[in-house]
C-alpha cells in the first residue's frame, strides 16, 4: 500500500518568513495529493491540493509543488502570519476507493 | 447545509463495553470514511464506503464495524472497547466523479472518545 512521509516534524518561524513542508509517497500511481490544515481541537480542513497532470499550484500565499518523479510534493506558505500557526498534513490518493494514506504532521508554529 | 456532523462528541466508556458513533451528511456524497486520530500522528483510515450498502477495510480496520444502510450515514462500531482504541475519531466524506477521479474530502468536527 501507499506510504507517505512528512517532514519536518516541527517547525518554528517568524512571522513574515516562508515556511517549506515537504512530503514523499511511494506508489506511483497516486495521482491526488491535498494538504490539510488541523488547528488544536479542530478538524483537518483542505487548504490546497495538486493533481498528477499538474506541477504547480498557488492559491495567495499558499503554493503546492510536485515531482512524480521523484514522487515527492512540497507546500510552501509564504508571508507566514500568527494564524498559519496549526498542524499541517498532506496524503495522497491514487486508488478506486479514492482513500487517503496521510503523512504524519508538522506543527508550525509562527512567532510573532 | 451543515455538512458532516458527528454524534456523539465526547465519550468514556470502560473496557469491553460497545458504542456506536455516528456519522450523517448532508452533501449527497457518494462516498464516506472513518479515520482514527492518535495523539501526535496523522489520521489513519478504519472503513470505508462508496455507497449505501458498501463497506470496505482500511489500514486500521480490526475491532470496528461498520454499516451504510442510508446513503447520507455511516456508522462505526465498537463491539467490546479496549483502551487501545481511545482516540478522536473523524468522519469524512467526498463526492467523487468516479473511481479513481479523487475530490476534496470533508471532514466532521470528531468524536473524542477515552476507555477506561
Known amino acids: 500500500g501507499e506510504n507517505v512521509e512528512q517532514h519536518p516534524s516541527t517547525l518554528s518561524v517568524q512571522e513574515g518568513d516562508s515556511a517549506v513542508i515537504k512530503c514523499t509517497y511511494s506508489d506511483s500511481a497516486s495521482n491526488y495529493f491535498p494538504w490539510y490544515k488541523q488547528e488544536l481541537g479542530k478538524r483537518p480542513q483542505l487548504i490546497i491540493d495538486?493533481?498528477?497532470?499538474?506541477g504547480e499550484k498557488k492559491d495567495q500565499r499558499i503554493a503546492v509543488t510536485l515531482n512524480k518523479t521523484a514522487k515527492h510534493f512540497s507546500l510552501h506558505i509564504t508571508e507566514t502570519q500568527p494564524e498559519d500557526s496549526a498542524v499541517y498534513f498532506c496524503?495522497?490518493?491514487?486508488?478506486?476507493?479514492?482513500?487517503?494514506?496521510f503523512g504524519g504532521g508538522t506543527r508550525l508554529m509562527v512567532k510573532p | 447545509n451543515a455538512g458532516v456532523t458527528q454524534t456523539p462528541k465526547f465519550r468514556v466508556l470502560k473496557t469491553g463495553q460497545s458504542m456506536t458513533l455516528l456519522c450523517a451528511q448532508d452533501?449527497?456524497?457518494?462516498?464516506m470514511y472513518w479515520y482514527r486520530q492518535d495523539p501526535g500522528m496523522g489520521l489513519r483510515l478504519i472503513h470505508y464506503s462508496v455507497g449505501e450498502g458498501t463497506t470496505a477495510k482500511g489500514e486500521v480496520p480490526d475491532g470496528y464495524n461498520v454499516s451504510r444502510l442510508k446513503k447520507q450515514n455511516f456508522l462505526l462500531g465498537l463491539e467490546s472497547a479496549a483502551p487501545s482504541q481511545t482516540s478522536v475519531y473523524f468522519c469524512?466524506?467526498?463526492?467523487?466523479?468516479?473511481?479513481?477521479?479523487?475530490?476534496?474530502?470533508?471532514f466532521g468536527d470528531g468524536t473524542r472518545l477515552s476507555i477506561l
Open positions: 452533501m449527497n456524497h457518494e462516498y
Open positions: 495538486i493533481r498528477s497532470n499538474v
Open positions: 496524503a495522497a490518493s491514487g486508488n478506486a476507493g479514492n482513500m487517503l494514506t
Open positions: 469524512a466524506s467526498s463526492y467523487p466523479t468516479g473511481p479513481f477521479s479523487n475530490q476534496p474530502q470533508h
